[in-house]
């Protein structure tokens, strides 16, 4: 049986907090003595980003909705683990709420290598009405219970872009760049696909890698490519909009069918409040990177669409990688191909 304590020994001693008791571990009463419950959300990101602004909106939406009954706490910045960590500590019912990139859950649900398929999307509307269409998330929650998690839904931060040295106005400028990329074989692949030599690192070492050369180029949403200021170190942001930089809220599947029906409805109904609310911010706040990146001169580029189909072809064996591990039906329903 999983366990059900809500948060390790280690992950406490990892927070480095003290807690008045109960706080995570179960219930605390209120005054008028009707019990309350308190229960962890972990993130790896840090406090000023979309998915801090996700977590805490979700978390006053559940208070709300629920009169106070159930309560949750944030921990970001990897306090509780980082985003591997999280996943396993949220299938063991350790931390009931996890908000994290799709990135990681690849290797524990397959069908979320869909999310990795290149250059599906020309605009991040189009993005959200794709993730939100009932046949398609009803699709995909199945892979996430079957895996011991229930999704609630995905927010975002727009699309993950490319930061170089090198102005890439050509298909062929993306060539012997040496790019760090995430550790994701689909995402790897579609580089090489590119001609550019991309590498795995860790992410606390790319400002160096970029200020010593090492690297020539790196790939992320504006958000983290601000908030880490690594435009310092490069004269071109490129739009490629290669993939969508997706957040999703995860469930603990045993903690989630423990709760009340009308609990459940809580939590469903607040995701769908937050959700709406992150993405509305995400927006904003791309604006802002953007003005940021261009007062600061660095040179923006946007790619015309001859290259987009250049990088569209070339992703041909990307595409086929992935329909080999992903449901034929979200894979349609995701890209719109069959």
Same mark, same amino acid.
């Given at each position: ?22 706080? %995570? ?10 019990? *309350? ?25 559940? +208070? *709300? ?28 019912? /350790? ?15 397959? !069908? ?10 020309? /605009? ?5 009405? #794709? ?32 930061? #170089? ?42 400002? @160096?890698? %970029?200020?010593?050369?090492? @690297?020539?180029?790196? +790939?992320?949403?504006? +958000? ?33 069918? /423990? ?23 995400? !927006?904003? *706040?791309?604006? !802002? *990177?953007?003005?940021?990146?261009? !007062?600061?001169? #660095? ?40």
């Amino acid at each position: 049986m999983r366990k059900k304590n809500y948060i390790s020994a280690a992950a406490l001693l990892a927070a480095g907090t003290v807690l008045a008791a109960g706080v %995570l571990t179960g219930c605390v009463s209120g005054e008028d003595g009707e019990q *309350r419950y308190a229960y962890p959300l972990g993130t790896a990101s840090p406090e000023d980003t979309v998915t801090q602004i996700y977590a805490e909106k979700f978390v006053e939406e559940v +208070e *709300r909705l629920s009169e106070g009954k159930i309560k949750i706490t944030v921990y970001p910045n990897s306090v509780l683990g980082g985003d591997r960590e999280l996943l396993e500590s949220c299938y063991d019912g /350790d931390i009931p709420f996890v908000i994290q990139n799709t990135a990681p859950q690849v290797s524990f649900i397959d !069908d979320t290598a869909v999310f990795d398929a290149p250059c599906v999307f020309n /605009d991040i509307e189009s993005v959200r009405e #794709t993730v939100d269409q009932p046949e398609f998330m009803e699709k995909i929650q199945e892979s996430y219970r079957e895996a011991g998690f229930e999704l609630l839904g995905y927010a975002d931060q727009g699309f993950r872009v490319m930061s #170089t040295n090198k102005a890439v106005t050509e298909f062929s400028d993306f060539k012997g760049q040496k790019i760090r990329t995430m550790e994701d074989a689909y995402q790897l692949a579609f580089w090489q696909q590119l001609g550019s030599n991309p590498t795995p690192m860790n992410f606390s070492e790319v400002y @160096i890698g %970029l200020q010593q050369h090492t @690297i020539d180029a790196q +790939e992320n949403p504006y +958000e983290v490519i601000v908030s880490n200021r690594l435009y310092e170190q490069q004269d071109y942001i490129v739009e490629t909009n290669h993939v969508p930089h997706l957040i999703s809220l995860v469930v603990s599947e045993e903690f989630f069918q /423990d709760l009340s029906e009308e609990d459940r409805q809580i939590l469903i109904e607040a995701e769908e409040i937050a959700k709406e609310y992150a993405r509305e911010q995400s !927006d904003a *706040r791309i604006d !802002d *990177r953007i003005q940021t990146i261009r !007062d600061s001169g #660095t040179e923006i580029i946007t790619l015309d669409d001859s290259v987009r189909e250049q990088m569209i072809e070339a992703s041909e064996p990307v595409y086929e990688e992935i329909q080999k591990v992903v449901d034929l039906e979200i894979y349609s329903l995701y890209t719109g191909n069959e």
